[in-house]
């Protein structure tokens, strides 16, 4: 029998995620926030994983991402659908309410849709994002999280306000993952479009992201998901054989000082002739932060690090009051970030750039686009 879910926005609010491959899901575990984190999990090990967890640890909040958009296109008849041993499956609104009971089954904190890659808005067809938000709105259930797996296309001006107009139709909270070859957000007009989104949507986490994830939290967002690997990070093209989302075998950390996930080949090369910069989290214990192999072992600590240092920065945030005050405090972050970047440079004598996802994050924020309620009511407004 499954737990009937009270509020779905309460889980959602203010939690940080990490979407782990479920065959790293026991190794992150024990960096979990219970009260502020939890996992998503990817990978055909995910569903089994996801029942051992809440079994064992029923106050962690785990739910499962099916990956279809890794492999398919949506299509506005078929929006749906999943990769099965016997071959693709097209879900129909029978097969989709299956689908999410099975994940429920297997214990996840609430469901999650798998909806196929939504491709960039060709010339006004908004049609596949509409059949999305359509064929979930007649979801009879309150357990959903529907997820749009978008191009990064969908934040650029001319194409946000649809976005903006078919998240706030959803009768479910909304979970987008912004798609792109390499970092989305170094893409023209995305990083204010995702800001306006944020700050548009109340209903709005950001998905498979990396440090966006605060900036879209700072800027209205209910929550995010990080992911743990590279590939993780951001949304990729669909193909027939990807996987869920490996680990490649060199270790990647975050540098929380530089905002920055740097491998650690490139940190040996600053720290060739000073002392290395070190991490006081409780899987570094103040070691240096260059001392990660590309031994198995090494590489899982290295992202059990970077878990750690994403829930530092995370219990920052959350305790900022939203609004005004978790900007500031991100902006805060970035100032920090860039006279670390200036600090390295002039300490190591090498060119350290303030990378360019950060340079848009210090610029200013803009507005939410109003409702089209409040379009009307300004229109209608006069002397009373
Ligand atoms: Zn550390």
């Given amino acids: 029998m ?43 090990a995910a569903p089994v994983r996801c029942r051992e967890i809440r079994n064992a640890l029923p106050e962690t909040v785990v739910v499962i991402d099916h990956g279809s958009h890794t492999q398919q296109v949506a299509t506005a008849d078929a929006p749906f659908g999943l990769k099965t041993s016997y071959g693709w499956r097209e879900l129909d609104l029978a097969g989709l309410n299956g689908i999410l009971d099975g994940q429920r089954d297997n214990r996840a904190s609430y469901a999650v849709t798998p909806t196929c890659f939504i491709p960039a808005d060709q010339a006004g067809d908004m049609s596949v994002l509409k059949a999305v938000v359509r064929q979930a709105n007649l979801l009879r259930r309150q357990d959903t999280v529907v997820l749009l797996p978008c191009s990064w296309r969908w934040l650029r001006r001319s194409s946000l306000p649809h976005l903006i107009e078919q998240i706030r139709a959803c009768r479910h909270p909304v979970a987008l993952i912004v798609q792109a070859d390499g970092d989305p957000l170094e893409r023209a007009e995305a990083p204010e479009g995702l800001r306006q989104l944020c700050r548009s949507c109340p209903r709005l986490v950001l998905w498979r992201t990396d440090l966006a994830a605060f900036d879209a939290m700072a800027h209205g967002a209910q929550g995010a998901a990080v992911g743990a690997s590279a590939v993780l990070r951001h949304g990729v093209a669909p193909r027939p054989d990807n996987g869920g989302g490996g680990y490649k075998p060199f270790p990647v950390v975050l540098v929380r000082r530089l905002l920055r996930y740097h491998r650690v080949a490139t940190l040996e090369d600053w720290f060739a002739h000073i002392d290395p910069w070190t991490c006081d989290c409780v899987v570094c214990k103040g070691a240096a932060l260059t001392r990660f192999t590309d031994s198995e072992a090494d590489v899982i600590a290295a992202l059990q690090h970077t878990v750690c240092e994403l829930y530092g920065l995370h219990d920052e945030l959350d305790a900022t009051l939203p609004g005004d005050e978790r900007i500031g405090w991100w902006r805060q972050q970035l100032a ?31 507005p939410a686009l109003p409702t089209a309620a409040e379009h009307r009511s300004q229109d209608q407004s006069g002397p009373s």
Avoid: C
């Fill in 2 to 44: 499954r737990a009937e879910i009270e509020g779905i926005d309460e889980i959602l609010r203010d939690r940080l995620l990490i979407m782990v491959n479920g065959q790293l899901a026991i190794d992150m575990l024990p960096y979990i926030s219970a009260r502020t984190g939890g996992m998503v999990l990817t990978g055909a």
């Fill in 336 to 366: 920090d970030a860039w006279e670390y970047h200036r600090l390295l440079a002039s300490q190591t004598g090498t060119e350290v750039p303030f990378p360019k996802v950060l340079q848009a994050w210090h610029r200013a924020s803009p």
